[in-house]
């Protein structure tokens, strides 16, 4: 949960406050590979306690009638904590959202993906209404195509091809395709 909070922050650009979540949860040498992204070590983000010496006159109710009026007190306050306490209570958020949401079995995914029939190639009889969604252009009558299984938004094959080589999810419904899944 602490490593996804700091991914989000990570990927937001706050790239602090995402190594301050990591040191914060004791994750430390992770915090030193997250700033070493920008060059930076943790000595740069974690501020040193302040010190603060003051001195009370023995007037005050707190002090006992042994002190000296002028004797120093020693407190110690902590750095400025609100970045570390909005990113705490984003934490809160993210495990209510997180526990709200039910997980899938690994099982009844893979059943999904049995259920898939093989989509067959398709040749264009006529230009068709809907786009590419890989090159984005005119699927036009005589040119090869396949949809997907899980959207059914078509793709040139070709195209489709070359994209399950960088990417094995559709392009337009994002889940997961392989070249199995067509008959040529």
């Not at 991914?7 to 190594?19: I, K, N, Q, T």
């Not at 070709?158 to 080589?165: D, G, P, R």
Request: negative net charge; proline residues 5%; contains cysteine.
């Amino acid at each position: 949960m602490v490593r996804n909070l700091s991914r989000y922050f990570f990927d937001s650009g706050d790239v602090e406050l995402s190594a301050q979540v990591l040191y914060d949860y004791n994750l430390i040498e992770e915090a030193k590979a997250v700033l070493a992204t920008i060059g930076k070590s943790i000595e740069d983000i974690v501020e040193p306690k302040s010190v603060e010496i003051s001195t009370f006159s023995s007037t005050e109710p707190f002090l006992s009638s042994t002190e000296s009026e002028t004797e120093p007190i020693i407190s110690s306050f902590a750095s400025d904590t609100e970045p570390i306490n909005d990113a705490r209570e984003e934490l809160k958020v993210l495990a209510s959202e997180e526990e709200a949401e039910p997980i899938e079995p690994f099982t009844s995914q893979v059943e999904k993906q049995k259920k898939i029939e093989p989509q067959q190639l398709k040749i264009a009889t006529v230009d068709l209404d809907e786009r590419c969604t890989v090159c984005l252009g005119e699927v036009k009558a005589g040119e090869s195509f396949v949809r997907c299984p899980h959207c059914g938004k078509p793709s040139h094959y070709s195209h489709l091809v070359e994209w399950l080589k960088v990417k094995t999810q559709c392009p337009n419904c994002r889940n997961k395709l392989s070249l199995n899944m067509f008959k040529t």
